[in-house]
C-alpha cells in the first residue's frame, strides 16, 4: 500500500482473533452461512470463494478455524502468496479434516504446484476431509494451465465475496470497536475512515494500535486524539 499523505499506515498483525462474530456480513450472509454449515453441519465438501485484496478473505479462513477448534475439529492453514510457502508443504496437511487455503491462484501458472494442489485436492477428497479455499478470481479466471484442477476447483460451491460499501464499513469499525471494548464516537469513526486505507484488514489494524494507544495514554478515542496520533505516523 502506497502511504497517502495524512494516512494511517502500520503493519499487520496476527488474524488469531478473526471469528465470525467480529465479522460484518455486509452482503456476505449467504457465504458465512455456508461455511459455518460446512464445519458444524455436514455441508459442502469443498467451498471457494474470491475477492479482492482487503475484502476480509482471510478473516473467513481464520474464523473457520476458530469454530472449527470448538468444534473439535483439526485444521490446517496454507497461504500460497507467502513465499516460504513450498509444495513439499502440501505432504503434510491433514487430508482428514479442515484444510483453509488461502490466496489458491497464487500459484496458477506454476505447473509443478498446480499438480501439486491437484493431488492435494484428490487426497482430500478420497478421505473424507473439507476444502476451503479463498482467490482472487474464480477459477475459470484464475490462469490455471491444469484444466482438471480447474474442474476440481469449481465442483463446489462458488461464491463472491462482496466488499463492504462505505456504510458498511463503518458499521463494521463500530461493531470492532464495541467488541474490543473501545470507546469511541460516531465523528471519530468517520474521520478514522476518510484518513484511512479503504481495506478493512488494514483499517482493523489501525483500530487496534488506536486503542493500544489510548490505554497507555489513558486518553478518549476523540478527533484530536486522533489527529495527534497521525501526526505522529507522518
Known amino acids: 500500500m502506497n502511504k497517502q499523505a495524512g494516512q494511517l499506515a502500520l503493519p499487520l498483525t496476527s488474524n488469531d482473533k478473526a471469528s465470525f462474530?467480529?465479522?460484518w456480513l455486509g452482503d456476505n450472509t449467504e457465504l458465512v452461512a455456508v461455511i459455518e454449515s460446512s464445519l458444524t453441519a455436514g455441508g459442502p465438501k469443498v467451498v471457494y470463494y474470491y475477492g479482492p485484496s482487503g475484502a476480509g478473505k482471510s478473516h473467513l479462513l481464520f474464523a473457520a478455524m476458530r469454530l472449527a477448534k470448538s468444534e473439535a475439529i483439526n485444521t490446517s492453514y496454507l497461504s500460497l502468496s507467502d513465499a516460504y510457502v513450498s509444495t513439499d508443504m502440501l505432504a503434510v496437511v491433514?487430508?482428514?479434516?479442515?484444510?483453509?487455503?488461502?490466496?489458491?491462484?497464487?500459484?496458477?501458472?506454476?505447473?509443478?504446484?498446480?499438480?501439486?494442489?491437484?493431488?492435494?485436492?484428490?487426497?482430500?477428497?478420497?478421505?473424507?476431509?473439507?476444502?476451503?479455499?479463498?482467490?482472487?478470481?474464480?477459477?475459470?479466471?484464475?490462469?490455471?494451465?491444469?484444466k482438471d484442477l480447474v474442474s476440481r476447483l469449481s465442483s463446489g460451491l462458488i461464491y463472491p465475496l462482496q466488499e463492504l460499501n462505505d456504510e458498511q464499513?463503518?458499521?463494521?469499525l463500530k461493531m470492532r470497536a464495541k467488541v474490543r471494548g473501545l470507546s469511541i464516537s460516531d465523528d471519530a469513526v468517520r474521520y478514522l475512515q476518510s484518513r484511512s486505507s479503504r481495506d478493512t484488514g488494514e483499517l482493523f489494524e489501525v483500530l487496534e494500535r488506536i486503542d493500544r494507544a489510548s490505554l497507555v495514554e489513558q486518553r478518549r478515542v476523540t478527533i484530536p486524539f486522533l489527529q495527534n496520533l497521525l501526526k505522529r505516523q507522518e
Open 21 to 23: 462474530e467480529n465479522y
Open 94 to 146: 491433514d487430508v482428514e479434516h479442515v484444510v483453509c487455503v488461502d490466496d489458491i491462484d497464487a500459484w496458477a501458472g506454476d505447473v509443478e504446484k498446480e499438480r501439486a494442489l491437484f493431488t492435494l485436492f484428490e487426497q482430500i477428497k478420497h478421505a473424507g476431509g473439507q476444502l476451503i479455499i479463498s482467490a482472487t478470481q474464480p477459477p475459470h479466471s484464475s490462469g490455471f494451465a491444469i
Open 169 to 172: 464499513r463503518f458499521e463494521a
